[in-house]
Structure formats: C-alpha cells, structure tokens
C-alpha cells in the first residue's frame, strides 16, 4: 500500500495541543534493530484491570516469539491517559505503540506525531477489513490499525423489562416515538426507583441522529455538516424524553453520569435501555446479573436501513513517529492485528477482529456474551451504512461539549435550539483555532 506523505499543521493552543506542538515535525531517527539486535520498545494503552491483564499476557507471548525485543508496558486510565499521552509527547518522550482513538487519529496524526503505518514494510494489511482500514487513515496516511469493530446499540435490561411487564420491541422496525413509549412505560411501572431509558448524548449519539436526516458530524474536509435545526431536533427528543418521564430528572442523570458501571443506573438495575458499544455486552451482564439483549437504534420511519449506525473502531494500534524503533513497533503492532496467537489472547475485549481469519479462529473459544456480539454485528450488516469521516484535528473534546449543551438543555438553561447555535459556533471556533 503506497500512500503520499502527510502535509504538517500547526499546532493550536489548548493543553493538548499545546503540548503537542511543542514536537518536532520530523520523525525519530531511525535505529530499527538487525534480527538479532536487542531493543526496546514502550507500550502505551488504558484498560481495567483484566484488559490490562490480558494485554500483558500477549506481551510475554510476543516477547517470546521475539526474543530480541522487549516491551515496557505502560498501562492507565482512560481519565487521565490523553494529558499523558500529551505531556511526554511533547517531551520528546512518547511510548514507542500507542493505543489510540479515533477521535485523536487527527489530532496525533495529522500534527506528525504518529507513524504513517503504511510505509513499514513489516505490517500486513491485505487480510484486514478495508473500512476498518480506512477508519484510521488522515489526510492519505494510515495512522493506525483498527484493534476491532463494534457498534453504538441500546442495551435492553431483560430483567427490567420483566419487572415492569412491558415486552421488548422489535428493533428491526421500531420508531423514536415507540422507544418513548417503550421507556415511559417502564418509568410508570417503576414509581420513581426504576427509569425507561438512559439520555444517550455523547458523539455517537448525535452522529447516528445526524444520519437519519441525511447529515453527518464532520465532512470529508474536516468541517461541520449539518443544520443547526437539526441538532436542535436532537436535544429536543432528550427533552421529550425527561418531560415525558421516559428518562430520569436531571438531577439524577447528572448523578449518574458520574457514576462508575457497578453503581449506575444501569449496573444496579434500575433503567430499562442505554446506548452502550458492543463490545460492553459481557461486562454488562456480569455486572447486572441480567440478561441484556441489544438492540439496533430506533429511527425516524421504522426502516431499520435508515437509523444511521456504522461500525466503529473501537480503538487503534498506533506509533510514534519519533520511535527509534520503527520496525520493531511495527513488528509488534502487525502482531497484535495478524497472528493467530494474539488473536487467542485478546479475543473480543478490544472489538470484534477486522482480520477474518482471526475472528474464525477464536470462534470457538469465545464466552456466550461475545459469540453473540459477533453474530449481532453480522446480523446487522445489510442496514450499516459507511463509517462517517474521522473527526478532524480540533475535534478531541467535541464529545464533552455535546454533554455539556445536554445538561443546559435538560436544565432548562438553554432551549434546545439555543443549545445547538451555540454548540455550532463553539465548536467551529474549536476546528478553526486547529486550523490556525
């Protein structure tokens, strides 16, 4: 795969960005070892404590298989591991592989602060999903490799519905109007303890709305597109949905979104229907005790064609283009994405695998929770639509201004009209300051 040279932006201000702007847009020199010189890479990733447990096991079986190269592992948190990750870039001291996210492939890549990938001899991506390909490349380079797939669903708390005798729906039809009533009716059976349905007002949540209208977040070129009447539209429905008690007050979101899983809402059984990623499912059951059914959005017609998901990335393999390490990190990243052996190891946790011969061989092994997430994710395939842009450099924060625009909203602070001009002009100052 041939891909032309990234071009270099300026760095905005603003503490990442700061930060990063404080790295040279050369790469690292290159000292990437003979077969048999020892070396040292650095590896960068948040998890728990069993991903970070798993993510060790895989380590020891590379190190194995690569006598010569020897990982220091560095874990974290996802709170923190972005203002790192920024510090020690700009440092001159980033790790060697970097777990990333999507909504930071611009962000690292297109300030040349990651590998183009595709320019290493040593990764195979003829085997892996194109789409999934494409979700981490920027401006013709590939920044990262997918660890896996996923998707935004509304998990369904069976033992919810069960309590508050209303039948789950039918998502291969189901309307926004019906997911409403759906949840209102199980707000009623609940008398104030228990709630229908969770706000869903993080990113991915106003793209796959922005979708069934035709629009998107961001545009190919890195802009806003949509109509702020149809962002209004958005808050408007999370509105009808307090006012119509289908979704807790305000007070008890803005509690509960502060809330880790073992205490929230819906880890304690007590909302019916959240958006959550699929890759969640098996920790959510083992949490709730329930059996949690997934379920595509609702959208506008009942066509389930038409609901605007999209597979996601659930996060990337990326390096440093300061390594001076190249091969070597990208030796061990094309372990993580080809070899059967770390495929056996990582299994689901990270997304389905993009590499089918991967998700073939772990199929059998796989727990009841991720056989189900593959089959879910293969079920929906003929309504998914194309991934939508990589959000542009600036774009890293979008998602906690969307939540803060859904509190003042919510609050009656802001109409949600108000909230939507106002998160348009907040935002494209955002992407303009990046620009600069």
Not at 107 to 123: F, V
């Amino acid at each position: 795969m041939t891909i032309p040279t990234v071009s270099r932006r300026k760095f905005q201000l603003g503490a990442a960005a700061l930060a990063l702007s404080l790295l040279a847009t050369g790469c690292g020199a290159s000292t990437s070892p003979s077969s048999n010189e020892e070396v040292t890479l650095r590896f960068a990733w948040w998890g728990n404590e069993y991903l970070n447990a798993q993510t060790e096991k895989v380590i020891d079986a590379f190190e194995a298989e690569h006598p010569n190269i020897k990982i220091e592992s560095e874990p974290g948190e996802w709170a923190s591991y972005w203002d790192k990750l920024a510090t020690k870039t700009a440092a001159n001291d980033a790790p060697d592989v970097i777990q990333m996210d999507q909504k930071y492939i611009a962000e690292y890549g297109g300030r040349g602060a990651l590998l183009d990938l595709s320019k290493q001899e040593g990764i195979d991506t003829s085997k892996l999903d194109k789409e999934a390909l494409a979700s981490g490349q920027y401006e013709d380079a590939q920044y990262g490799l997918s660890t896996g797939q996923n998707a935004y669903v509304i998990m369904a708390n069976t033992k919810v519905f069960e309590a508050a005798n209303v039948p789950l729906p039918d998502d291969t039809k189901w309307t926004w109007d019906e997911f409403i009533e759906t949840a209102s009716k199980i707000s009623a059976a609940g008398d104030g303890k228990n709630y229908g349905a969770a706000y869903g007002s993080n990113e991915a949540d106003l793209i796959i709305w922005l979708r069934q209208h035709g629009e998107n977040l961001y545009s190919e070129d890195g802009k806003l597109d949509f109509d702020t009447k149809t962002a209004a539209s958005f808050w408007e429905r999370l509105k009808e949905q307090r006012d119509s008690k289908a979704s807790p007050p305000a007070t008890v979101a803005t509690e509960d979104s502060g809330a880790g899983l073992e205490e929230s809402l819906f880890g304690t059984n007590r909302v019916g229907m959240a958006w959550w990623w699929t890759n969640q499912l098996g920790s959510l059951e083992a949490t709730t005790g329930s059996s949690i059914k997934m379920l595509r959005a609702p959208s506008k017609d009942g066509s389930a064609a038409d609901n605007g998901m999209y597979y996601k990335p659930t996060m990337f393999w990326s390096a440093s283009s300061r390594s001076k390490h190249p091969e070597a990190a990208a030796t061990f990243i094309n372990y993580l994405a080809n070899s059967p052996d770390a495929g056996a190891i990582l299994m689901t946790d990270r997304g389905v695998p993009t590499n089918t011969e991967i998700v073939e061989g772990i199929t059998p092994s796989l727990k009841s929770a991720d056989t189900t997430v593959v089959g879910f994710l293969k079920d929906i395939a003929p309504d998914m639509e194309e991934a939508p842009p990589v959000p542009p450099v600036g774009a890293g924060s979008v998602q906690n201004v969307i939540k803060r625009y859904t509190d003042e909203v919510l609050y009656d602070r802001l109409t949600p009209e108000a909230a939507a001009e106002a998160f348009k002009k907040e935002v494209e100052g955002m992407l303009a300051g990046a620009r600069k």
